[in-house]
């Protein structure tokens, strides 16, 4: 709702590529038009404003910039020069910025930079953040907002129009959770890092991936063009579905976020037990093996 | 959803007026002009195919048609010969129809007619209900489309896009729902019809109020532009707004549905035991006789 409502039609509206699909698909819906910025291994998927500046060299209607830290396939994280970085760049450019933290309690090395640490938030930044992640109320599909004023009193029209207003009885499932606190999180933090160094160990003995050990979120998105060429795969895609359904493994093709970024690239989720990862990771490897003749 | 999917930047879509005000602000979201028909109190609100005719006149992107039956907010519903009438008129036209049967099981007098009874239903209609009303489940904001394969895929798309899913726990409670048939909801339209003639008879009492007796939903739609003009209230809204801190009651103004038709009309929802409906009227009654001196 955020993006449709801050899209006017004829806006370029950034994106990160790779990125969560429905940013793409919403800007392209309210008649913006996305421009994508690619996140490189190379710079271990950490957007770059020298990236932004060149791919909106020439055009005239850039108005925005959806970001996401931690970030959602890649796991990388955004420091705090980064995010004074971007805030620099939009403030000059006077583009709002939509900052999706859904990810934010999950980070494993340094900590988490909010953009609403910038005093002047409010002129700029829209903060999404919902209860799917660290409280595991994913089934329940309750999020928020943090914006000024203005914007909220127009999202609340919209999402009249849209749903109405969530579930009454997990908007008191959330008040609940908030009253919570997050201390509580600590201990699964640590198990969420134990969880990430068992994917990255188990990722990097498999013949032909390279992995970066993402310090955010919970996803590693490892380069998987040598196994792709090595067992015959066209792309990713075709790739994911072979170990699909010959190793009973589910990797999601990079390139379901939601373009050309993800080419070459699975996202691996690691919510879920150390074992099971090992095992999932385990299985994938002997398919690669077998597959190669190794 | 399923009217921003129908509706194409130009299209005109005829609306009832009075009707739920989210009808007309998705159609204009969707880039698409609402052209509004009067349901009269003289034909008890029922639509007229003739004043269908008669707006649409010189119009040539008319392309569908929203129907609300029972209907809020007046309470009336259609019958077995409007709903063939319309049927034929939207074939003709090559229109499409998006059938709000959200009240269906609200019916006092006679029974429920329902689009889905044409068999060629899947070229032009789409069928919206939901839990909120016989179950009761209106916190949970959980409702459902029956319509052709091809829109169902769209509308999938859409939905992922918006929200995902609805929450997981509450489809699970909708399953369990639907499993009970509605053969226990006997006796609460019992009740609705006590409530029904008890808000009917009430306010047949207060005078300057003309009622007409609504055989469906659990609405009735006074007009009441006698007292509004008796006690120098501008209009319905101003009325509306004196009756509730002057008398503690709630009315909503007709024009809240949500253009001139509902212009001197209260709507009247009767969704509560009938001593505190009768209470309710009373006060307002009461007021009003203080008001002018009687």
Not at 3 to 19: F, K, M, Y
Not at 127 to 135: A, M, Q, V
Not at 203 to 213: A, E, M, N, T
Request: aromatic share 12%.
């Amino acid at each position: 709702m955020t993006i449709a409502l801050l899209t006017r039609p004829g806006d370029e509206v950034v994106v990160q590529d790779p990125s969560f699909p429905v940013y793409e698909s919403v800007i392209r819906f309210a008649g913006g038009r996305p421009v994508f910025v690619r996140l490189r291994e190379e710079n271990e998927f950490r957007l770059r404003i020298e990236d932004v500046e060149d791919v909106i060299k020439g055009l005239h209607r850039v108005r925005g910039l959806i970001i996401n830290t931690p970030h959602n396939p890649t796991g990388s994280i955004l420091g705090k020069e980064d995010i004074e970085e971007i805030i620099r760049f939009a403030k000059r450019r006077n583009m709002f910025i939509v900052s999706d933290e859904i990810y934010e309690d999950f980070v494993y090395e340094g900590k988490h930079y909010s953009f609403l640490q910038d005093p002047d938030w409010r002129d700029y930044i829209v903060y999404i953040s919902g209860f799917s992640k660290t409280w595991s109320m994913t089934g329940l599909r309750i999020g928020y907002v943090i914006a000024r004023e203005e914007i909220i009193k127009k999202l609340e029209v919209f999402a009249t129009n849209v749903y109405s207003c969530p579930p009454a009885p997990f908007q008191l499932a959330a008040i609940k959770a908030l009253e919570l606190g997050t201390k509580w999180f600590e201990r699964y933090l640590d198990e969420y890092r134990r969880r990430r160094d068992a994917a990255y160990e188990e990722l990097s003995k498999v013949p032909g991936v390279r992995v970066i050990k993402g310090r955010g979120a919970f996803y590693l998105f490892p380069n998987v063009k040598e196994v792709a060429r090595a067992v015959g795969a066209r792309d990713v895609d075709e790739l994911a579905k072979r170990v699909l359904f010959e190793a009973g493994i589910v990797f999601l093709p990079g390139t379901a976020f939601p373009l050309r970024g993800g080419e070459g690239y699975f996202r691996v989720s690691y919510a879920l037990p150390v074992e099971r990862i090992r095992e999932g990771i385990k299985r994938f490897r002997d398919w690669v093996k077998d597959k190669v003749g190794l």
